[in-house]
């Protein structure tokens, strides 16, 4: 399996947006879902949002960032997109990509820090 890589993340006032990226270095249709998780500091890590790799029509998104974030895929860029928007303080937290393979298998990239200042 291929480890996945994120980035994207930064420092953004609230109200502004960021865009995440979570990107294979090789193909991904060996993948099931991919998510992005976060997790802020003292808090346990949080499902955000997912999409099923094999039908990109279905996807969920946690009720906290639901009409603010969208889960997107390019699959000729092998990338997988977070995209947020009307960032809040509270949204503040490094963001997590997880990929799951269909064997079963689960990669995590390194992480990359949102942090969103009020």
């Known amino acids: 399996q291929v480890q996945p890589v994120d980035s994207g993340g930064g420092l953004v006032q609230a109200g502004g947006s960021l865009r995440l990226s979570c990107r294979f270095s090789?193909?991904?249709?060996?993948?099931?879902?991919i998510s992005w998780s976060r997790q802020a500091p003292g808090k346990r890590r949080e499902l955000v949002a997912s999409?099923?790799?094999?039908?990109?029509?279905?996807?969920a998104y946690a009720n906290s960032v639901k009409g603010r974030f969208t889960i997107s895929t390019d699959i000729a860029k092998n990338t997988i997109y977070l995209q947020m928007n009307s960032l809040k303080p509270e949204d503040t937290a490094v963001y997590y990509c997880?990929?799951?393979?269909?064997?079963?298998?689960?990669?995590w990239g390194q992480g990359t820090q949102v942090t969103v200042s009020s």
């Open positions: 997880n990929a799951a393979y269909r064997d079963g298998a689960s990669k």
């Open positions: 090789g193909t991904i249709f060996s993948i099931n879902a």
């Open positions: 999409i099923n790799i094999r039908d990109t029509t279905t996807y």
